[in-house]
Structure formats: C-alpha cells, structure tokens
C-alpha cells in the first residue's frame, strides 16, 4: 500500500470540494427550473467555501502532523469520481439534494476511515474534527432545503438515515 502524508490526504479532500463546485456550477447551466438553478447555485458556492475553509484549516495543521506518513491511505473509490454522477437538464430540486447527500455522505465515509485508520492520535484528532464538520455542513444542507421550501421535511430526514 503506497505511504501518504497527512497533507496529501487533505488536498486530495480540498480538491474534491472544488470539483465538487464546479460540478453543480456547470449542472446549474443546464438545469431547466428555476428552483434548482438556485439550489446549485447556493450549492456550488458552499463547496468554494468548504474548499477555502479546509485550505486555511491546512495552514493552520501543525507541521508535524501535515507531514506525518499514514501507513494506509484512503480507500479510492470512497471520495467516487462526480462525472459518474449522472444528473440530467431536467432534474428535480430533490434529485440535487440526494446527489449533494450522496457526495457528503462519501465525505463522511472519507474522513472516518481515515481517523479510524491511523495510529497517531494528532493525525487521527485532525480527521475527527473534519469529520464533524461534515456531519454538520449535511445537517445544515438539510435544514436550508428546508427553510428555503426546497423539499418537504419528511424527504430530508429519510435522506440522511
């Protein structure tokens, strides 16, 4: 198994949220209503700051830790390729929140293989925190479909279990 740096695992993490962007900024252009135009746009947006907020939160990780070699790195398919997502012109506000759901709860699978996976409690403190962080942007997904009359409350609740 190839020997990864800390740092190489959170820009491969950065990175997916900023493919992640560009994915629901090009879906926007095509989407037909109005509705999820907006829901990607919002969408598209949050990732560009999850991928700044995890670029800061890559300066602020001690050098000690950014440095530190993982013995086994992360599972490949867990952070899955977004251009496997198929999602067409015509899509519901509702086929966009399960994809972005999907794409958070590939996040979160993310980070708890790899805090499960290394031995150094530093490193392994560091992907606990992300992982929180996930869990937390999924609930706030959640709660702003629903404030913004996106998705009845029943259809988010049942998306996250």
Same mark, same amino acid.
């Given at each position: 198994?190839?020997?990864?740096?800390?740092?190489d =695992?959170?820009?491969?993490?950065?990175?997916?949220?900023? !493919?992640?962007?560009?994915?629901?900024?090009?879906?926007?252009?095509?989407?037909? !209503?109005?509705?999820?135009?907006a829901?990607?746009?919002?969408?598209?947006?949050?990732?560009?700051?999850?991928?700044d907020?995890?670029?800061e939160?890559?300066?602020?990780?001690?050098?000690?830790?950014?440095?530190?070699? /993982?013995?086994?790195?992360?599972?490949?398919?867990? /952070?899955?390729?977004?251009?496997?997502?198929?999602? !067409?012109?015509?899509?519901? =506000?509702?086929?966009? =929140?399960?994809?972005?759901?999907?794409?958070d709860?590939? /996040?979160?699978?993310?980070?708890?293989?790899?805090?499960?996976?290394?031995?150094?409690? !530093? =490193?392994?403190?560091?992907?606990?925190?992300?992982?929180?962080?996930?869990?937390?942007?999924?609930?706030?997904?959640?709660?702003?479909?629903?404030?913004?009359g996106? /998705?009845?409350?029943?259809?988010?609740?049942?998306?996250?279990?």
């Amino acid at each position: 198994m190839p020997f990864n740096q800390t740092k190489d =695992v959170l820009e491969q993490a950065r990175k997916f949220h900023h !493919k992640l962007s560009e994915f629901y900024e090009a879906l926007r252009d095509s989407a037909e !209503k109005e509705r999820t135009r907006a829901l990607l746009d919002y969408l598209s947006r949050h990732e560009q700051y999850l991928e700044d907020c995890l670029k800061e939160f890559m300066q602020e990780v001690s050098r000690n830790v950014a440095d530190s070699y /993982l013995q086994y790195g992360p599972d490949a398919s867990t /952070l899955r390729n977004i251009r496997d997502f198929k999602i !067409k012109p015509s899509m519901e =506000v509702e086929d966009v =929140v399960a994809a972005a759901m999907h794409f958070d709860a590939c /996040l979160i699978k993310f980070y708890r293989e790899m805090a499960e996976k290394t031995q150094n409690t !530093k =490193v392994r403190e560091v992907f606990e925190n992300l992982l929180v962080m996930e869990e937390h942007e999924q609930i706030e997904l959640s709660k702003t479909t629903i404030e913004l009359g996106l /998705l009845d409350e029943q259809l988010v609740v049942d998306e996250t279990i």
